[in-house]
């Protein structure tokens, strides 16, 4: 799966959710299974803001940082899913998230994915700025996203066994059933150190970590089961105080 140009990645990674620069959804290249899978839980998440104190929880909203996020297979949707997402709006103000997602197949799913992908999200990160804070129209956000593909052969492509070390007996523990040991790369690391060592694709834990591209204090939170409004609180409202 791994062996790709960027146009064939560029096909791989779709989006979906509201912009600022139109009028209602956008996206492309999600099935309609996965969109509805998304919007299920963002539906709820936005349907409990407006329950409560409207202004003072969209404002929390719109301050709220943007999301790496890694969700395994296990969860319903099919396939793995890394990507990024943050609190958008569409052109008269109705909030609702834009999310960036790159499905894996959980058979083609390996720890290497993550430990060379801080370049990957990086460039999402960059590609939502675009598209939160600067206004660009679908077309210029879709077309952001071909340096992203770039990334994603440069995070398999670039990675090397790990050097042999104290910690080698721990690290073989902790590659039990993922088939072939860690590997290390030249990227900076990903943010979530560790996390390459303990996602489990075929598990029911989500994992979600700041993208730290506009100076967002790191944060990262462990989600168990279904995505579900509590989550979308923590993410998007209660980094502002409120619970």
Request: overall charge neutral.
């Amino acid at each position: 799966m791994w062996n790709r140009d960027v146009e064939a990645w560029w096909g791989a990674v779709g989006w979906y959710g509201k912009m600022p620069a139109n009028g209602d959804f956008v996206h492309r290249r999600l099935s309609r299974e996965l969109m509805q899978w998304w919007d299920k839980w963002l539906q709820m998440g936005v349907a409990g803001m407006r329950q409560r104190d409207a202004a003072s929880i969209e404002a929390a909203y719109q301050d709220a940082p943007l999301w790496n996020f890694a969700i395994p297979a296990g969860l319903g949707s099919g396939a793995v899913q890394l990507g990024c997402m943050g609190p958008s709006r569409d052109r008269v103000g109705r909030c609702y998230p834009l999310a960036i997602v790159l499905s894996v197949p959980e058979q083609d799913f390996g720890p290497a994915v993550l430990t060379g992908a801080s370049g990957f999200y990086r460039q999402l990160g960059i590609s939502l700025l675009a598209a939160l804070r600067h206004g660009c129209n679908p077309e210029q956000f879709d077309q952001s996203l071909r340096q992203a593909c770039l990334e994603i052969n440069t995070m398999v492509r670039e990675q090397r066994p790990a050097v042999a070390d104290p910690g080698a007996d721990i690290l073989s523990v902790l590659n039990v059933g993922h088939g072939s040991p860690l590997l290390v790369g030249d990227h900076d690391e990903l943010g979530w150190k560790d996390l390459p060592s303990f996602f489990n694709p075929s598990s029911h834990t989500s994992y979600w970590w700041t993208n730290t591209i506009e100076g967002s204090a790191y944060k990262s939170h462990v989600h168990g089961g279904a995505l579900n409004a509590t989550l979308f609180n923590k993410l998007f409202i209660s980094h502002a105080g409120y619970r």
